[in-house]
């Protein structure tokens, strides 16, 4: 390569001009003293020869001059070729260890190459690349560009840094940024060009936009964020769950997002950041339209290039939050649903341990009852004892309603008119300062249900709004309609365990009293829960068994100081549904029985009663108490015994393992169960097996004529 000359160093001017008057001096000196000489040896002459003298001077001078500056050419051009090997040394070294490969081009071929070359080429050295054609060397893609850019730089236009490729010796590609200039190269022009590798680059570069890619289009938000809390960059998942453009979340902060963030809390999360490394917490972000959306939050402490940054990952966790707050609405249904169910077992228990006792006290007072004359002093005593004995057993059977397990007579009831009906009832009930208004829906379906139930659960809720009301005025409205309930509407409310998706019958009681705060309403379906004074009875408890039994449910809606409005749901009943009106409400007249009953009962009062009331119904009885004893009984006297009445809770073997047990001697035998638990307990666990009714304790002789009637005149495989 040709290379330019480099300059001479100022040092040797002076050196040189030093020499040059020495050499003057001396030669100045030698002349006069020549003078001198022959003057001295040559007496003649009496002067100096002036003339001669600067002649010699002079030419003595020149001669001087000349060797001077022979001497000052040689010792400058030494030491510019000095200068010129070390700078070549220098370059050489440069080229030798740069990590760009450079290439030498003249007239289309490769003259020179460096290391750095070779290894991008995959050549042994840099000697295998001179004499290649340097347009073989380059990829198909990248010739014509190439082509271009070698003209512009023989021109002496120096083409800008460009992304090119070219082919290995292998023929494997390989990008390259490349640079060229003009050049001579032992005095021939020449194109200098610098190959730049950039496989990593543009690795790093395909991963950045892969990456970028996957932030854009990753359900979660994306920010990043200065030490300031200034937005520097987002995501479009950002854009698209708070509404706000990329140019205009590049204008905010992060107080802008969470009015909450002050700036304190920004410091302190900072330096908590840098401590932990990430963190995560939940907030609300304020979306463009003003509404909050809930997130959860993980910010990251990034340092890049000696500067800090946050990048923190945003998921929108509103399905979340409806969740836990469905799952925890479910939880508390739950609990309070185990909670009733428990209380409904001690009340069942209780109902019928109170029920067996009432039997005996409710029968003996009857068959006293009716064995005494009219005109006898202790019939009214024995009328008071029958009358308070229905008041208990109302109360049991209050008790197996609040458990959901009720005794229920049911028919096809209006329920519009059937609130009608009790207009006079409930307007002496409430307070006279409460206006009662009616909204009741028309043409509504028919609602199967215990009339009796209804009144008690109509009742209630009435005395409940009023009583909200207190000593104000306010209104009480009572409203009826047609719903169809989904199962997810069925969860969020009360007792609807059984409930199943469909049309329902709604009958809803507001008023515009005190409501109720959260605590109250988890409490108020305790039995004898009152926020009133004590002793005031089951209330909505019974009401709720009322509805549970009914297959129904119960939704509230309550707060302190705006009312309360209760909703009942109840399954509407088909159009061509036919129930005829009270089912066991027929009457018995005179009718007489035949042939012989087993009784089975482990109480000998009950025995004893039974015995009485069946002989005069004009049976002959046998007794049996427990279950063992009952199936000996039945073996041995199994052609006379025509219906067995079998108590189901006993000790050695209770009723319901002793009706398998008699099932098995005889398929076709006739069992009325007898119980102190709700019927529909009894006959669902009887259901298919060919039990032929049930009496419910405490029973009268009427109800026990008509229990006994039905199975004997049956077929005997009801139920």
């Known amino acids: 390569m040709k290379l330019s000359r480099p300059g001479l160093p100022r040092s040797l001017n002076w050196k040189a001009s030093f020499r040059l008057l020495f050499y003057v001096f001396v030669v100045v000196l030698l002349a006069n003293v020549g003078a001198l000489v022959e003057r001295v040896t040559r007496p003649e002459i009496r002067y100096f020869d002036q003339q001669h003298l600067i002649e010699g001077s002079i030419t003595a001078l020149v001669l001087i001059l000349l060797l001077g500056a022979l001497e000052t050419y040689l010792t400058r051009r030494s030491e510019a070729e000095e200068a010129l090997r070390e700078s070549e040394s220098r370059y050489q070294s440069l080229v030798d260890l740069s990590p760009d490969a450079i290439i030498v081009n003249v007239g289309g071929k490769y003259v020179f190459a460096n290391p750095a070359a070779a290894r991008l080429f995959g050549a042994a050295s840099p000697q295998d690349l001179v004499g290649r054609d340097a347009i073989n060397m380059i990829h198909p893609d990248s010739r014509e560009l190439v082509a271009e850019r070698s003209v512009q730089a023989l021109a002496g236009v120096a083409p800008s840094p460009r992304d090119i490729k070219l082919l290995r010796l292998d023929g494997s590609p390989v990008e390259v940024e490349s640079t060229g200039m003009r050049m001579e190269f032992d005095g021939r022009p020449a194109v200098q060009v610098v190959y730049r590798d950039i496989t990593e680059r543009k690795r790093a570069e395909e991963l950045l936009r892969l990456t970028q890619f996957s932030v854009d289009r990753a359900a979660d938000s994306v920010f990043w964020t200065d030490p300031g809390g200034h937005f520097i960059r987002v995501s479009e998942a950002a854009c698209r769950l708070l509404g706000y453009s990329e140019k205009e979340f590049l204008a905010m902060s992060v107080p ?12 302190a999360n900072w330096e908590r950041m840098k401590e932990e ?8 972000a304020r979306t463009k339209s003003g509404s909050t959306v809930p997130l959860e939050v993980t910010v990251n402490y990034l340092q890049f290039a000696e500067r800090e940054y946050n990048c923190a990952f945003a998921r929108d966790i509103t399905d979340r939050k409806q969740a836990e707050q469905e799952r925890l609405s479910l939880e508390r249904q739950l609990q309070h649903s185990q909670k009733l169910e428990s209380l409904g077992v001690l009340a069942g228990g209780i109902a019928h341990d109170f029920n067996n006792i009432l039997t ?3 029968g003996n007072a009857e068959l006293a009852l009716s064995e005494l004359s009219p005109s ?20 049991c059977r209050q008790m197996l309603a609040y458990s959901g397990r009720g005794h229920f007579v049911v028919e096809p009831i209006d329920l519009g008119a059937f609130i009608e009906d009790m207009l006079g009832l409930l307007g002496s009930s409430i307070s006279k300062k409460a206006f009662l208004d009616l909204d009741l829906g028309k043409d509504l379906p028919l609602l199967e249900a215990d009339p009796s139930q209804m009144s008690q659960v109509i009742m209630n809720l009435i005395l409940n709004a009023s009583e909200a009301l207190g000593e104000k005025e306010g209104n009480i409205t009572v409203s ?3 719903r169809e309930c989904s199962a997810k509407y069925l969860r969020e409310a009360y007792g609807a365990e059984n409930a199943s998706p ?5 009958l809803e009681v507001s008023d515009t009293g005190s409501g109720m705060d959260a605590r109250t309403q988890e409490r108020l379906f305790e039995p ?14 019974a009401v709720l068994g009322i509805v549970r039994g009914h297959k129904g449910a119960l939704r509230l809606v309550s707060k302190p100081g705006r009312g309360t409005t209760f909703t009942i749901l109840f399954p509407a009943l088909e159009a061509d549904a036919a129930l005829p009106a009270r089912k066991n409400g027929a009457q018995t007249g005179g009718w007489q029985g035949e042939g012989t009953v087993l009784l089975v009962d482990d109480e000998e009062a009950i025995r004893a009663l039974g015995s009485r009331m069946l002989a005069m119904l004009g049976f002959t009885v046998l007794t049996a108490p427990d279950g063992r004893q009952a199936l000996e009984v039945y073996r041995e006297h199994r052609e006379e015994i025509a219906l067995v009445l079998l108590d189901l809770t006993m000790p050695r073997m209770d009723g319901e393992e002793a009706f398998r047990e008699l099932r098995l001697i005889d398929p076709q035998v006739r069992v009325v169960m007898s119980s102190g638990y709700a019927e529909s307990d009894i006959t669902a666990r009887f259901a298919g097996q060919g039990s032929a009714g049930f009496v419910q304790k405490p029973y009268t002789l009427a109800e026990l004529k008509k229990g006994l009637r039905a199975a004997l005149e049956g077929d005997g495989t009801a139920a």
């Open 376 to 395: 006898a002093p202790a019939r009214g005593n024995l009328l008071e004892v029958m009358d308070s004995s229905h008041r208990a057993a109302a109360l």
């Open 528 to 541: 004898f829960f009152t926020t009133k004074f004590t002793g005031r009875g089951l209330g909505m408890a």
């Open 256 to 267: 802008d997002l969470y009015p909450s963030a002050s700036a304190e809390l920004q410091s």
């Open 480 to 482: 009826t309609g047609v």
């Open 502 to 506: 469909g049309l329902y019958l709604t």
């Open 277 to 284: 490394g990430s963190f995560t917490f939940e907030a609300s």
């Open 360 to 362: 005996s006290v409710l």
